[in-house]
Structures are given as structure tokens and as C-alpha cells.
């Protein structure tokens, strides 16, 4: 019986029952490991889906700042038009040609950025899964200070492009039919009557709201240059980080 026990408990048999538990252990371990590898992999995937969803993101909201410009562009255009008609008392434009004109200044159109994508991204903890640190930069530049720059400013210009409106449709009687189909934006209108008011149209008060409005579109296409620069940067460093995933 004590050979028996001797056997069963020896220096053999503890080896034998160590090495299984270090199995056992390095199984558990490894399975741990596994899971966790797994995971991370995973959370990388979803990572990089949504550096995709980004990049897509970027290439549309840049496509909506060019068409912003353009209104901006067209209405200094037409302020200019306006001013110089001022300046040589009203015998550049007629009448129609002159509300038609001023109709076209649009300087109350915003830039509404699609932050749906980054806003997921730090929820997720994607963000901090990206391995360029310059691009996780640029997206906080992007996303939180021009984003927030752009909203006061829009809601400064928003405030002026009211009393502007309403200086234009309370001093001249327009009547004017309405394409909501038409226009990059908010459609067109095209004018089906009109009374023009020539002292209001001289006035130091209508000419310093179109020095304004030009003084807003410029500062507004500033503003957008900036917030061009940045999402080209975001673009650029999102298809880095793809490749480099």
C-alpha cells in the first residue's frame, strides 16, 4: 500500500499533475489572449470603416463649400453691380434689371458641416484607435474650433441677412413667383411685378447694407478657405491611415 501511494504521489506524478495545471493555465491564458486579439482586431475593422465613412464624409462637404463660394462669389458680384449703378445714379441698370440684381445677393447661406461620422468615431473610441497622430489633430482643428467658428459666424451673417431682407422687401414692393426645384440652395425666384423706390435705392442706408452684406461674404469666404484647408488636410491623412492599416 505505501509503494502504491509512493507511485502515486511521487516526484513523477507532481510533474505530471504541474505540468497539466500549467496546461490548463496556459490554456485559460491563451484564450484571454485570443479574445482580446480578436476584439482589438474587430474595434481596428470598425476603425477603419468609419476612416472610410470620413473620407466620403470630406469629399462631400467640400463639394458643398465650392457651391457656398460660388453664391458668394455671384453676390459680391452683384453688390458691385449695384454699388456701381449708385454711383452713377441709376443709369446703368433699369428697374427690373436693378431688383433682379439685388435678388441675387445671397450672403445668408451657411455651411453645415456632416460631423455625424467623427461624433461615432468618439463615441466608439475609434478616435483614439487611429495611428496618425496628425490626422487625430486635424479632426479636433476640424471638428470642434472651425466648426464652432463657423457657427458664430453663421449666426452673425443669419442675423444681418434678416434685416437685410427685410429692408429690400419693405422699401421695394416685389411680387415675385418661386422655383423651389431651381438653385444650388433654396431654389430661385424669378420677378413677376415690381415698384421701384428710387430715394430708398440712393440712400446712405441701402448702400451701406450692400457694403455689409460684401463686407460678410468676404469674411465668410475667408472663413471657408480655412475650413477648405482643414478638410483637405483630414482627406489626405484619413487615405494615409487606410494604407497604412
Not at 500500500?1 to 516526484?11: K, L, Q
Not at 479636433?140 to 467658428?149: A, C, M, N, Q
Not at 414692393?173 to 431654389?187: E, L, M, Q, T
Amino acid at each position: 500500500m505505501m509503494s502504491e501511494n509512493a507511485a502515486r504521489f511521487g516526484p513523477v506524478s507532481w510533474r505530471r499533475r504541474a505540468l497539466e495545471l500549467a496546461a490548463i493555465i496556459t490554456s485559460i491564458l491563451l484564450s484571454f489572449f485570443l479574445e482580446d486579439l480578436r476584439q482589438e482586431n474587430e474595434e481596428i475593422e470598425k476603425k477603419d470603416e468609419l476612416v472610410q465613412d470620413l473620407a466620403i464624409v470630406v469629399s462631400e462637404d467640400l463639394r458643398q463649400i465650392e457651391a457656398l463660394r460660388a453664391t458668394l462669389e455671384s453676390s459680391l458680384s452683384c453688390i458691385a453691380t449695384l454699388q456701381d449703378d449708385i454711383a452713377a445714379r441709376h443709369e446703368n441698370l433699369g428697374d427690373l434689371s436693378a431688383l433682379e440684381t439685388l435678388l441675387c445677393v445671397e450672403v445668408g447661406h451657411s455651411f453645415f458641416p456632416q460631423d455625424g461620422v467623427y461624433e461615432q468615431m468618439v463615441a466608439t473610441g475609434a478616435l483614439e484607435l487611429i495611428d496618425n497622430n496628425e490626422l487625430k489633430t486635424q479632426l479636433l482643428e476640424v471638428f470642434t474650433h472651425l466648426k464652432d467658428r463657423n457657427y458664430a459666424t453663421s449666426t452673425e451673417i443669419d442675423s444681418f441677412n434678416i434685416t437685410f431682407r427685410n429692408a429690400v422687401l419693405t422699401n421695394f414692393r416685389i411680387r415675385f413667383s418661386y422655383d423651389s426645384d431651381d438653385g444650388v440652395f433654396y431654389g430661385s425666384r424669378k420677378i413677376e411685378g415690381l415698384e421701384f423706390n428710387y430715394d430708398y435705392y440712393m440712400s446712405n442706408d441701402f448702400f451701406g447694407l450692400l457694403s455689409q452684406g460684401s463686407f460678410y461674404a468676404n469674411m465668410y469666404l475667408r472663413q471657408l478657405s480655412d475650413i477648405s484647408a482643414g478638410y483637405h488636410a483630414v482627406g489626405e491623412l484619413a487615405q494615409l491611415e487606410l494604407v497604412g492599416s
